[in-house]
């Protein structure tokens, strides 16, 4: 069974790769991005309570975070070959709460996967994907916010896990045969 975190910057590819990881290992995609924009669009109240702060560029709370993820995981990995996480865990205290709900599910052995690109290839890649969220200076700051909370889960990780490092520019295809060939 496979246990995939999928990390990296916004606009490395992430989505795309775990999609296509999702189909061919038949694994279960949480893509905590897109949930929140479902429930953005469908004006629920974690919509409701997330629009605001995504839209000023910074991150939701790590509690409503977590209930998301517990929730996905609980009822949607039965019946598939294991998971992938996409935009989750964003801080420390998210890591140590997957570790937590992994262990209680049963599910530990978890794969790290870094997709990792440069700033100026995504910079380029978040203003061509024309999303609303996605001007110059809300960029900057996700890469900001990226590198300021989210990075220090590598370090969090190094100690128990070897992180699968693969390079996120290039043709999708060559990616994603990079990515499966590091997981088998």
Do not use: C, W
Request: no cysteine.
């Amino acid at each position: 069974m496979h246990k995939i975190v999928i990390f990296g910057a916004p606009g490395v590819g992430k989505g795309t790769q775990s999609q296509l990881l999702s189909e061919k290992l038949n694994l279960y995609h949480l893509s905590t991005g897109e949930v929140l924009r479902k429930a953005i669009s469908d004006e629920t109240d974690l919509g409701l309570k997330a629009k605001k702060i995504v839209e000023s560029g910074h991150l939701v709370s790590d509690d409503l975070m977590i209930e998301i993820v517990v929730d996905a995981l609980k009822n949607n990995v039965k019946g598939t070959e294991g998971f992938i996480l996409d935009g989750f865990p964003r801080t420390i205290e998210q890591a140590g709460a997957l570790d937590n709900i992994l262990k209680e599910l049963g599910l530990d052995d978890l794969k790290v996967l870094h997709l990792v690109a440069n700033d100026d290839e995504i910079i380029k890649r978040l203003m061509l994907r024309g999303r609303t969220d996605d001007n110059a200076e809300t960029i900057k700051l996700r890469l900001k916010v990226y590198i300021d909370s989210t990075k220090p889960i590598l370090e969090y990780y190094k100690p128990d896990r070897k992180i699968i490092e693969v390079n996120g520019i290039g043709e999708i295809e060559d990616v994603f045969n990079k990515i499966v060939s590091y997981l088998q």
